[in-house]
Each structure stands twice: as structure tokens, then as C-alpha cells.
């Protein structure tokens, strides 16, 4: 399908303009945290280093505005209706400015976008949900070299679908093997690179709260297999999920209830803490959708967290027992709107190039003013100023 035409910051001329003024009030964060980004953070096992150059916060006294803008928006995907789920960003290593944005069309396909949301790639391969990645530097090996591994459920035909993103061209190619059939019916997942065995794994649940574990390996012939290792459940709809490499932690958001957390290891158990219940009065509101994760030094850093209910995004600390920091929204600006009932999130806290030299929050918009469904990038200093 060809590519559609670029629309960011100002206007659907596709011109660019300066970044919008957002109305700003303050939220006193407290602790100082070096942040790398949450697909690219170095490996505590064997030192590989991050996939790109890291950034930090500034000062002990930081502030998380309430209100941010896009800076720019991507082409909407393929399909009309609710059709956009989730997105994964790859910070590319050696161009950060030629990073890309893995976005699922749970009608239809996968779509890889660059930062100005121009659209590169859209695979028609069925009905594709969440989305997660690991970068090479960090990631799985084929035939003894490292890939940036894609995985994402697909749900026409209840399997667990690996790609490889080639770091040259930003083009997914289908890596799946003998196809991974879990016990469930698909609905989320996301992948957990384990820093004590370098193993990495899939997590996919289903509407019932059941959730299955996934051991990944190269078959041998430059594909993709898998092997379950663990399963549990919760007592109702999950989807939303990500898992901590470094910590060993697994978040998953029971939709009507709140934010599980379990540990990531396969010898885990079934044992697991709500850190964030879902109320009436917030931080999160309605249904819990999309979780992902800013890593930060020494085990500091954010989890996130979309509350479809109110169209906010609540912010946990990483560390500790997730203490709640303060919530934001995406307004429009600039010519962009602002997002409604979003689904999938993902971030990166390394430098994406001039756009976006502290990194980027990706956020799928519900509305998008009357037209299709697409995704949102904010810089992420609008949402954890530096």
C-alpha cells in the first residue's frame, strides 16, 4: 500500500512549525532520575549498551504538566472504525533521527511509521493486537545474530507473530516459525528479556484474565519458535501489559479493576499485587488500557499507564511500591488534536534526534477528529521536563 501523506505540527499541509504552547501548571516530583529509554536501556548482565544516547532529568525539583500537545501525528492506519491498537518504538543507534514506530491495525495488519508519522510499511497479515519490541543490542539472535525482534498477537488466527524491524530499511519481515499456539484466546502481549538468563519471552493473555508465558528461540532456520513456561489468571478482562527486563517485574492491567504486578520470571508463581486499583475518582478511571515503562538509573524510573475512562495517562514510580505521581492529558495544539479513549503506549527516553531529543510518548488516539484512527508523539520533555 503506498505511503500516505506526512501531517504534523502545523496543519494537514504537512508544513512544519514550532512546538505548541501548552497551558502548564506544576506537580513537584522527588527524586532526580537519569532516564534510558525503556526499549533501549543497557543490560545490567553483560553491559551491552543502550541502543541509543541516554537522557536525564535535571534537577531534584521536576514538574509533569498536566496538559501536553502532540508535536506530530501519523497517517491514519489502513482500516476505518476501531482499528489502531498499539504502538513500539525502535530508537535507531546510529541515526536516532531515522528511529520508527511499529503500530498494529487490529483490523487487518502491522504499519511502520518514521517521527514524522509518514506511514512506510503496512503488512496485511490479520488481525494484529498489542505490539512490543526488543532492540538488537539487547534483544534474541537469529542464526547467531542479533535482531530487533518484533512480536505482536494475532487474532485471526490465535497465534503469537515474530518479525524482524531491519534496522536499514525500517521494513518488518515475517520471522515465524512453526506457529506459537497458546491455550488461550489472543487478545495483549508483550515481550520480557529476562538480565539473569538473557532469555527472552512472550506474554499474551485473553479476555477470560488468563495469561500464558512464552519462552522464544531460533528454530534453526531463521525462524521464530516458542515453548510455554508458566500460565495464571486474574477474574476478569486483561489486555494491557509490560514487563520490567531489569527489574524482573510484569505489569498487567485488569481492565475494570486495576494494574496487577507479578514477577517476570518463569519460577514466578501466580502471586500478584494490585498496585493501582481502577475508581471512580482516578487516577485511573473506566478501564485501564495501555502500560509502558521509562526506565531510570538504579532502578528509578515511571510506569505508565492509559485510563481510558477519563482519556488521562497516570503516572507510577517504577521502584519501590509504585507510589502514584500525577496524571496528564493530551490536548490539541498546533494543529493536532488531542487524544480520546487511547489504547496502546509506548516510550523511549533516549534522544530520537532534533524532534525529539529526550525521547518520545507514542499514544494511540480513539478519535482523531472524525478520521481514522492513528497515533500520537509527544515529546517526552512535555511530559517529564528535563
Same mark, same amino acid.
Given at each position: 500500500?503506498?505511503?500516505?501523506g506526512? @501531517?504534523?505540527?502545523? #496543519?494537514?499541509?504537512?508544513?512544519?512549525? !514550532?512546538?505548541?504552547?501548552?497551558?502548564r501548571?506544576?506537580?513537584?516530583?522527588?527524586?532526580?532520575?537519569?532516564?534510558?529509554?525503556?526499549?533501549?536501556?543497557?543490560?545490567?548482565?553483560?553491559?551491552?549498551?543502550?541502543?541509543?544516547? %541516554?537522557a536525564?532529568?535535571?534537577? /531534584?525539583?521536576e514538574?509533569?504538566?498536566?496538559?501536553?500537545?502532540a508535536?506530530?501525528?501519523?497517517?491514519?492506519?489502513?482500516?476505518?472504525?476501531?482499528?489502531? =491498537?498499539?504502538?513500539?518504538?525502535? /530508537?535507531?543507534?546510529?541515526?536516532?533521527?531515522?528511529?520508527?514506530i511499529?503500530?498494529?491495525?487490529k483490523q487487518g495488519?502491522?504499519?511502520v511509521?518514521?517521527?514524522?508519522?509518514?506511514?512506510?510499511?503496512?503488512?496485511?497479515v490479520?488481525e494484529?493486537?498489542?505490539?512490543?519490541?526488543?532492540?538488537?543490542?539487547?534483544?534474541?539472535?537469529?542464526?547467531? $545474530?542479533?535482531?530487533?525482534?518484533?512480536?505482536?498477537?494475532n @487474532?485471526? =488466527?490465535?497465534?503469537?507473530?515474530?518479525?524482524?524491524l531491519d534496522?536499514?530499511?525500517?521494513?518488518? @519481515?515475517?520471522?515465524?516459525?512453526?506457529?506459537?499456539?497458546?491455550?488461550?484466546?489472543?487478545?495483549?502481549?508483550?515481550l520480557?528479556?529476562?538480565a539473569t538468563? @538473557?532469555?527472552?519471552?512472550?506474554?499474551v493473555?485473553?479476555?477470560?484474565?488468563?495469561?500464558?508465558?512464552?519462552?522464544? $528461540?531460533?528454530?534453526?532456520?531463521?525462524?521464530v519458535?516458542?515453548?510455554?513456561?508458566?500460565s495464571?489468571?486474574v477474574?476478569?478482562?486483561v489486555?494491557?501489559?509490560?514487563?520490567?527486563? %531489569?527489574? #524482573?517485574?510484569?505489569?498487567?492491567?485488569?481492565?475494570?479493576?486495576?494494574?496487577?504486578?507479578f514477577?517476570?520470571?518463569? =519460577?514466578?508463581?501466580?502471586?500478584?499485587?494490585?498496585? /493501582?486499583?481502577?475508581?471512580e475518582?482516578?487516577?485511573?478511571?473506566?478501564?485501564? %488500557?495501555?502500560?509502558?515503562?521509562?526506565?531510570g538509573?538504579?532502578g528509578?524510573?515511571?510506569?505508565i499507564?492509559?485510563?481510558? !475512562?477519563?482519556?488521562?495517562?497516570?503516572?507510577?514510580?517504577?521502584?519501590?511500591?509504585? #507510589?502514584?505521581?500525577?496524571?496528564?492529558?493530551?490536548v490539541?495544539?498546533g !494543529?493536532?488534536?488531542?487524544?480520546?479513549?487511547?489504547?496502546?503506549?509506548?516510550?523511549?527516553?533516549?534522544?530520537?534526534?532534533?524532534s525529539?531529543?529526550? !525521547?518520545?510518548?507514542?499514544?494511540?488516539?480513539? %478519535?482523531?477528529?472524525?478520521? #481514522?484512527?492513528?497515533?500520537?508523539?509527544?515529546?517526552?520533555?512535555?511530559?517529564?521536563?528535563?
Open positions: 500500500m503506498p505511503a500516505m506526512v @501531517r504534523q505540527a502545523g #496543519g494537514r499541509s504537512g508544513r512544519w512549525v !514550532g512546538r505548541p504552547s501548552v497551558p501548571a506544576v506537580l513537584t516530583l522527588s527524586a532526580a532520575v537519569a532516564l534510558a529509554g525503556c526499549s533501549a536501556a543497557a543490560d545490567p548482565a553483560d553491559g551491552t549498551a543502550p541502543a541509543a544516547p %541516554e536525564s532529568l535535571s534537577s /531534584a525539583s514538574v509533569l504538566s498536566p496538559n501536553v500537545a508535536l506530530v501525528e501519523t497517517d491514519p492506519v489502513p482500516h476505518t472504525g476501531d482499528a489502531a =491498537d498499539d504502538p513500539a518504538v525502535w /530508537a535507531n543507534p546510529a541515526d536516532p533521527s531515522m528511529s520508527a511499529v503500530g498494529t491495525d495488519g502491522m504499519l511509521y518514521d517521527l514524522t508519522g509518514r506511514q512506510l510499511q503496512y503488512l496485511p490479520g494484529m493486537n498489542n505490539v512490543d519490541l526488543r532492540p538488537a543490542a539487547n534483544g534474541f539472535t537469529l542464526g547467531g $545474530s542479533p535482531v530487533v525482534l518484533v512480536v505482536s498477537g @487474532r485471526s =488466527d490465535n497465534t503469537i507473530r515474530a518479525f524482524v534496522p536499514d530499511t525500517r521494513q518488518l @519481515r515475517d520471522v515465524a516459525g512453526d506457529a506459537i499456539r497458546p491455550d488461550l484466546e489472543v487478545y495483549g502481549s508483550c520480557y528479556r529476562s538468563t @538473557r532469555t527472552v519471552y512472550a506474554f493473555n485473553s479476555k477470560e484474565g488468563e495469561v500464558e508465558q512464552w519462552r522464544l $528461540s531460533d528454530d534453526g532456520a531463521g525462524g519458535v516458542g515453548e510455554q513456561v508458566r495464571f489468571r477474574e476478569s478482562q489486555e494491557g501489559c509490560v514487563a520490567d527486563d %531489569e527489574l #524482573g517485574a510484569f505489569y498487567l492491567g485488569e481492565e475494570t479493576t486495576g494494574i496487577w504486578k514477577g517476570a520470571e518463569p =519460577d514466578a508463581g501466580d502471586a500478584g499485587e494490585l498496585i /493501582a486499583p481502577v475508581t475518582s482516578g487516577p485511573l478511571v473506566g478501564q485501564v %488500557e495501555g502500560l509502558t515503562l521509562a526506565y538509573d538504579g528509578a524510573g515511571y510506569l499507564a492509559s485510563s481510558q !475512562g477519563d482519556s488521562s495517562f497516570a503516572v507510577f514510580r517504577r521502584e519501590g511500591d509504585n #507510589g502514584y505521581v500525577g496524571s496528564f492529558r493530551i490539541p495544539g !494543529g493536532i488534536d488531542g487524544t480520546d479513549h487511547t489504547d496502546g503506549i509506548d516510550v523511549v527516553t533516549a534522544g530520537l534526534g532534533p525529539f531529543p529526550s !525521547g518520545v510518548l507514542v499514544a494511540q488516539d480513539g %478519535e482523531n477528529d472524525g478520521e #481514522g484512527q492513528n497515533f500520537k508523539l509527544v515529546p517526552l520533555e512535555d511530559v517529564l521536563p528535563r
